[in-house]
């Protein structure tokens, strides 16, 4: 099993809002606390993606002006890269518009950007209200021995619908969820994680952060303990800020 952890950041300028960057400082941290290496690498707009040359995978939110140079770049140059990537168990997490671009499309209007068709859902964009607040779902994952919180913070104009092939990340304890309705929040794919929450999302879901480095290095055990109590305030606040 490797000895570092290598991050690959898709557009790291561009899709960054929220303090989205803080989920990559919070994976060095881990790593370097419990002795494994860590490399960053990033992946702009016109590079192809090497799916062998990371072992977890980054794509934050971005406005929509940004979004769209993002959306035509993944499906052009990023599209085989990510597939090839989650077919070989690679972890990944997209946060907001980077979990859109993940689906079929995203329909704005009269215009439909393209997405890379890793996840089976599709995000259309209604004339009604944003999707904003607080949120906290229940989520169950292959080597948890208990459903765990997730907690953070949602704005989102667009409505996904997951279609038949895809699994959600969790229940809606409170919040909105992918579309507001359907009482469910994000999506799962083996390894890969798509979801709407923001905050940064990982220093107050440390223990999501872990269940993505042990499986990005192909490790089935747990990793070693930490010193964890700020982190667990923090994920305590976010809840109590959900109302869970």
Request: proline content about 6%.
């Amino acid at each position: 099993m490797p000895d570092t952890l290598r991050v690959c950041a898709l557009y790291p300028q561009l899709m960054n809002i929220y303090a989205d960057r803080g989920n990559l400082l919070l994976l060095r941290r881990r790593c370097e606390w419990r002795g494994i290496g860590f490399a960053l690498s990033a992946s702009d707009l016109g590079a192809p993606l090497d799916p062998d040359a990371a072992d977890l995978f980054y794509v934050g939110g971005g406005q929509d002006r940004d979004q769209r140079l993002c959306a035509l770049d993944m499906a052009e140059c990023k599209r085989e890269g990510l597939h090839a990537a989650a077919d070989r168990g690679a972890s990944m997490l997209a946060v907001c518009g980077g979990y859109q671009l993940l689906g079929h499309s995203y329909e704005l209007g009269d215009e439909t950007l393209p997405g890379v068709g890793l996840l089976d859902l599709r995000t259309v964009r209604v004339d009604g209200p944003r999707l904003i607040g607080n949120v906290a779902i229940e989520v169950e994952l292959p080597g948890l021995e208990r459903p765990r919180v997730l907690a953070g913070f949602e704005n989102h104009g667009g409505r996904t619908h997951l279609g038949p092939a895809a699994q959600p990340l969790g229940r809606v304890l409170r919040g909105h969820g992918n579309d507001g309705a359907g009482g469910f929040e994000g999506v799962r794919r083996g390894n890969v994680i798509g979801t709407y929450l923001h905050g940064p999302l990982l220093p107050k879901n440390v223990w999501l952060a872990d269940w993505l480095i042990a499986r990005a290095l192909g490790r089935d055990a747990p990793l070693s303990p930490l010193d964890d109590a700020l982190e667990a305030a923090a994920h305590a606040e976010a809840r109590r800020a959900a109302g869970v």
